[in-house]
T-cell receptor, first 116, second 115 residues
Framework: AQSVTQLGSHVSVSEGALVLLRCNYS??????LFWYVQYPNQGLQLLLK??????LVKGINGFEAEFKKSETSFHLTKPSAHMSDAAEYFC??????????????FGKGTLLTVNP | NAGVMQNPRHLVRRRGQEARLRCSPM?????VYWYRQLPEEGLKFMVY????????ESGMPKERFSAEFPKEGPSILRIQQVVRGDSAAYFC?????????????FGPGTRLTVL
C-alpha cells in the first residue's frame, strides 16, 4: 500500500518569498503523484500531477513540482508567493496497479499562510 | 460548466439519527468517489461508484454506512445511527474515466457534526 507524508502542517512565508511545500511518498510500484489546493469553503482543485515522462511538472498559478525517485519526493514550489496563495495544500499518490489507480491516498495537508 | 455539487454544506445530527449526503457529479462524468476527512487527517477513500453500481467499497466502514448512485439523481452517502466519531468532512469527487490522465474533480464537501 502507498502512503504520503507532508512535512510541516503549517508553513508561513512573506509575500514575494519562495514557497516550498514538502511531500514524500512510499510506494512499491511507480507512483502517480498529485498536488491539490483547497481554498476556504471550497472543494479541492488540482494544481498539477505527475504520471510518466518529464519529472518537472508545471501547474496552474505558477506552481511546479519535481518527481525525484531517488528521494521518493514530490515537493511543490513557487518562486514568489502571492497573498492569494494562502490555502491548504494536499499531496496525493496513486498507482497504476490492479486496476485501482482511481484510489487516491492523501497526506494530512499543509496550511500555507502568506504575510504581507 | 458547473462543478461537483454537494449538499448540504453543513449538517448537524444527534447521536442515533441518520445523515444523508448528496453529490451531483460534473456534467458528463459517470464515475463518483467519496472520501472522508477526519480532524487532523488527510482525505481517506471510502467508495467508488458508477451509475447503479458500487465498484469498490473497500474504504467504507462495514456497518451503518452505505452509498448509491442511481440511474437518475445524485449519489447519496447514507450514515445510519450516527455516532460522534462520524463527525468529519465528507468529499465527493467525479471523473470522466479512471485512467491516470483522468482528473478527479472535488466538491466543496459536507461537514457533518454529530452532537
Amino acid at each position: 500500500a502507498q502512503s504520503v507524508t507532508q512535512l510541516g502542517s503549517h508553513v508561513s512565508v512573506s509575500e514575494g518569498a519562495l514557497v516550498l511545500l514538502r511531500c514524500n511518498y512510499s510506494s512499491s510500484v511507480p507512483p502517480y503523484l498529485f498536488w491539490y489546493v483547497q481554498y476556504p469553503n471550497q472543494g479541492l482543485q488540482l494544481l498539477l500531477k505527475y504520471t510518466t515522462g518529464a519529472t518537472l511538472v508545471k501547474g496552474i498559478n505558477g506552481f511546479e513540482a519535481e518527481f525525484k525517485k531517488s528521494e521518493t519526493s514530490f515537493h511543490l514550489t513557487k518562486p514568489s508567493a502571492h497573498m492569494s496563495d494562502a490555502a491548504e495544500y494536499f499531496c496525493a499518490v496513486t498507482v497504476n496497479s490492479g486496476g485501482s489507480n482511481y484510489k487516491l491516498t492523501f497526506g494530512k495537508g499543509t496550511l500555507l499562510t502568506v504575510n504581507p | 460548466n458547473a462543478g461537483v455539487m454537494q449538499n448540504p454544506r453543513h449538517l448537524v445530527r444527534r447521536r442515533g439519527q441518520e445523515a444523508r449526503l448528496r453529490c451531483s457529479p460534473m456534467k458528463g462524468h459517470s464515475h463518483v468517489y467519496w472520501y472522508r476527512q477526519l480532524p487532523e487527517e488527510g482525505l481517506k477513500f471510502m467508495v467508488y461508484l458508477q451509475k447503479e453500481n458500487i465498484i469498490d467499497e473497500s474504504g467504507m466502514p462495514k456497518e451503518r454506512f452505505s452509498a448509491e448512485f442511481p440511474k437518475e439523481g445524485p449519489s447519496i452517502l447514507r450514515i445510519q445511527q450516527v455516532v460522534r466519531g462520524d463527525s468529519a468532512a465528507y468529499f465527493c469527487a467525479s471523473s470522466q474515466g479512471i485512467q491516470s490522465t483522468d482528473t478527479q474533480y472535488f466538491g466543496p464537501g459536507t461537514r457533518l457534526t454529530v452532537l
